[in-house]
């Protein structure tokens, strides 16, 4: 079981910055898939971004051009660059692990973190 712990998030005004980070424990983090999802109040959770073993990427419309997932293998260590913040991109975001190498849309993620918590500010 990989444990995640999502660390970065905060209140930040409209078209400014954050990034997040999640640090993985297990010495498979460079083999799978890696991901960020949010969840606002009141609606589903949503796959923002993800980050495959090959080193490729899916965004969601929403994000694309504004967010940049990344990753350290060496360090274990899943990042979100968040830029041009809007008040809609307020959620609870949540690194997630899957146990597939790449990418698949539909398929279920495996371990979760906690989430942290991203306010923009109108």
């Known amino acids: 079981q990989v444990q995640l712990v999502e660390s970065g998030g905060g209140l930040v005004q409209a078209g400014g910055c954050l990034r997040l980070?999640?640090?993985?424990?297990?010495?498979?983090?460079?083999?799978?898939?890696m991901g960020w999802y949010r969840q606002a109040p009141g609606k589903e959770r949503e796959l923002v971004a993800t980050f495959s073993s090959d080193g490729s990427t899916y965004y969601a419309d929403s994000v694309k051009g504004r967010f940049t997932i990344s990753r350290d293998n060496a360090k274990n260590t899943l990042y979100l660059q968040m830029n041009s913040l809007k008040p809609e991109d307020t959620a609870m975001y949540y690194c997630a692990h899957s146990p597939y190498s790449a990418y698949r849309p539909g398929a279920p993620f495996s371990s979760w973190g906690q989430g942290t918590q991203v306010t923009v500010s109108s």
């Open positions: 980070s999640c640090a993985a424990s297990g010495s498979i983090f460079s083999i799978n898939t």
